[in-house]
């Protein structure tokens, strides 16, 4: 199943580096991809001109097969602005009170449009596209077989791996509770969809006939093999890949990760009104009351610019250091060579188990 799905994605591993919207890199992709798995750009936060440009410095690094990740919204949000006054005067008190010069703005438009973002992939053709959030129309996907590009859906629940298949998804990922970053949830309330891999997997793949990849705590190849054993056709890992150092997240953020426990890593809706799975840190405990409430994108929009200015101030603490369960198990090395050892450990750990 494994070596039958990476054949179609054309790549040699049945590894992905998953799509990261902020944190990953043309290098980053680049390397993953040239080393035989398939390297994800995460394009959620992307306008689509900066979508065609970063596909263009992939390709510029190599020619093996790489996918684009979008998050399938509406083009079009409404805020209530009374809130966002409230929040944003809160939130730079906050920044104020941390010693960091800083202040919230809002944005011409709180998200890029999904639409146009969905036109930029289709022209830069990559050899899959992945999307997490919900799922695409009939339409989208004709324009994507006709071009030949893989879909990759994301799924919580059962439910949304039917849903995907349904829609005529080539794959799909299957994200465990354990996951790090956004919840893809779209069908359920993010709580009840907190479903632990070991569960999600075998339920998933007796639902489908399409093949499933495993995300969420992923961090070597014992755990790969182990997804296998489970029905996963491909692992898909986020967090192992923050401490490259292709991988654009911030320096303190990437220290951080090997000092994380289990525990301090929450589900939250702090930085960005979704809910998301990441460090537990300083801003999250000092989150004011106002800004609680306000949805995604725009809690997300309106903290983009504290994310930065504490990244560069090299405060961890306040900025979103997104992460899944296992985080502790980083290794931070260049992405080529971590590639190479999390496939030397998976073939490592089925020879040790067929004797
Ligand atoms: C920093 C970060 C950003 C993420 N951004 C995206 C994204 O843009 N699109 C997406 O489909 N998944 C995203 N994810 C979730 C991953 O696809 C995957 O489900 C998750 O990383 C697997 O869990 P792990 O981090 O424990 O390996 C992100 C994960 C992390 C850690």
């Known amino acids: 199943m494994s070596a039958s799905f990476a054949s179609r994605l054309g790549i ?95 944005p011409a438009r709180w ?101 499933v990849i495993a995300a969420g705590g992923i961090m070597d190849g014992r755990g790969m093999l182990a997804a296998e054993v489970l029905g996963a056709a491909a692992s898909q890992l986020g967090t192992a890949f923050l401490a490259c150092p292709e991988c654009p997240a911030a320096e303190a953020w990437k220290q951080d990760l090997p000092r994380v426990e289990e525990h301090q890593v929450a589900t939250i809706r702090s930085f960005s009104g979704r809910a998301a799975r990441g460090l537990r840190n300083r801003f999250v405990e000092a989150m004011p009351q106002a800004a609680q409430g306000l949805p995604y994108p725009v809690l997300n929009a309106l903290t983009a610019p504290l994310r930065r200015a504490a990244a560069a101030a090299g405060r961890g603490d306040l900025l979103s250091e997104w992460c899944g369960q296992a985080a502790a198990m980083v290794r931070p090395q260049p992405a080529a060579e971590l590639v190479a050892r999390l496939m030397h450990e998976y073939r490592m750990a089925k020879r040790s188990l067929a004797h």
């Open 12 to 106: 040699e591993h049945p590894l992905i580096q998953a799509p990261m919207a902020g944190s990953t890199s043309p290098a980053l992709v680049a390397a993953v991809s040239n080393a035989g798995a398939l390297g994800s750009l995460g394009a959620g936060y992307l306008e689509p001109q900066a979508i065609l440009d970063q596909a263009a410095q992939i390709r510029a690094l190599g020619d093996r097969p790489y996918a684009i990740g979008l998050f399938v919204l509406p083009d079009e949000f409404e805020a209530d602005m009374a809130a966002v006054a409230r929040a944003r005067e809160q939130l730079d008190a906050l920044m104020a009170r941390e010693g960091i010069d800083v202040r919230t703005r809002v």
């Open 111 to 211: 998200a890029p449009r999904f639409s146009e973002q969905f036109a930029a992939l289709c022209e830069a053709r990559p050899a899959v596209a992945s999307f997490a959030f919900g799922v695409i129309d009939p339409a989208q996907r004709r324009e994507l077989r006709r071009r030949d590009i893989v879909v990759i859906g994301t799924a919580t629940t059962v439910a949304e791996a039917r849903a995907w298949a349904d829609a005529g998804a080539d794959a799909v990922s299957l994200q465990g509770a354990e996951a790090g970053g956004h919840r893809g949830t779209f069908l359920h309330e993010p709580e009840d969809a907190m479903i632990g891999l070991f569960a999600l997997l075998p339920l998933a793949a007796r639902a489908v006939d399409i093949p």
